[in-house]
Nanobody, 128 residues
Framework: QVRVVESGGETVKAGGSQRLSCAESGSPARDFCMAWFRQTEGKEREGVATIAGDGTTHYEDSVKGRFILSRDNAQDAQITMTLQMNSLKPEDTAIYYC???????????????????WGQGTKVTVSP
């Protein structure tokens, strides 16, 4: 496991944008698949997007074309992953979690069980 910490969640109006960041430290950056998940009360945690060590991304259908995921492996022992969220909708309201899994490729995709390192979450609220 590695330590991951999210930041950036806040309240924004529908149609607006927001950027979330996740910092990972403790292991060589390119050795990890990183992902964002989100969860609302009473619902299961759902995958939003993944990014492999080489920068390959995969998005859940509802966020395709609106969210952009990127990562910076420049520092050998730290990753900064950024989720740029555009055209936000009220249904995007959730607690967003950063997750990491050892392995340069995201073989587990958007399945939460694949990831063994999780942040505390950051809340995103999109008002109508």
């Amino acid at each position: 496991q590695v330590r991951v910490v999210e930041s950036g969640g806040e309240t924004v109006k529908a149609g607006g944008s927001q950027r979330l960041s996740c910092a990972e430290s403790g292991s060589p950056a390119r050795d990890f698949c990183m992902a964002w998940f989100r969860q609302t009360e009473g619902k299961e945690r759902e995958g939003v997007a993944t990014i492999a060590g080489d920068g390959t991304t995969h998005y859940e259908d509802s966020v395709k074309g609106r969210f952009i995921l990127s990562r910076d492996n420049a520092q050998d022992a730290q990753i900064t992953m950024t989720l740029q969220m555009n055209s936000l909708k009220p249904e995007d309201t959730a607690i967003y979690y950063c997750a990491a899994a050892r392995g340069a490729y995201c073989y587990g995709g958007l399945h939460s069980a694949y990831y063994d390192s999780w942040g505390q979450g950051t809340k995103v609220t999109v008002s109508p």
